[in-house]
């Protein structure tokens, strides 16, 4: 990818070719027989992205690393959009396709149209290791903060509502479609679009004993900006501001 990257850069335009379009057409012919595409990113650079899956290749996915001024606006776009968005389109829009591109299979979404057959879990997926062992994770997904108030405010829940949900999430069986046979949750992923504080992560680790301690991860809204930003994922539907209508009446010229 580093070596495309440069070869491709379009500082090394030629006169005929000044956006380097017929050089990407003619990397694309043999890239897209093995199913894949090259394109030029917002930022210049050039992607790979699988056809079938729309997975998008990245050099590096260190979420710490310094980011771009292009990133950072994305960043913000987005910040802005889990906001306002609700707790489905915080699972379907953000969580999805962010696991998809970190590697993650059979993402299956609970949604919240029949809430006596989630378990207490939002989302099951499973994680294909180098060595070809599976690990299968439960999801379980806030739109606000999580605390460890005496109770919830607003769009905070408190700790103690997710802990019962954990427990039926590490307790209850899901069946794996493509193995034909019923598996037990390895982890659990506490995803919050706000903060998870330090004290609720600490009553939380309390509450449960040693074993299952160490099955639970946490991500709060931090986690998600960072890493939907260096995984080059288009930002969901609403989070991009509208360009003005020349058209509109209340826009003057």
Known sequence: ???????????????????????????????????????????????????????????TTNPHRPFTPAEIRRRDQLNAYLDKCSEDELINHVLLPLFRQLGYHRISSAGHKDKALEYGKDVWMRFVLPTQHVLYFGLQAKKGKLDAAGMTHGSNSNIAEIYNQVLMMLGHEIFDAETSKK???????????????????????????????????????????????????????????KAPDPFDDDIPF
Do not use: C
Request: charged content about 25%.
């Open 1 to 59: 990818m580093n070596l495309l990257r440069v070869l491709m850069h379009q500082a090394d335009a030629e006169t005929g070719d000044p956006g380097r379009m017929k050089a990407l057409e003619l990397l694309n012919q043999p890239l897209s027989r093995e199913g894949y595409e090259a394109f030029y990113g917002d930022d210049k650079l050039l992607y790979v992205r699988h056809i079938g899956t729309k997975t998008v290749s990245s050099m």
């Open 183 to 241: 598996v037990l949750v390895d982890h659990a992923f506490i995803v919050a679009g706000g903060e998870i504080t330090k004290q609720a992560r600490n009553w939380l680790g309390g509450k449960l004993d040693q074993t299952k301690r160490s099955q639970i991860l946490f991500m709060d809204r931090d986690d998600i900006l960072n890493l939907y930003v260096v995984s080059t994922l288009p930002l969901p539907q609403g989070a991009v501001p």
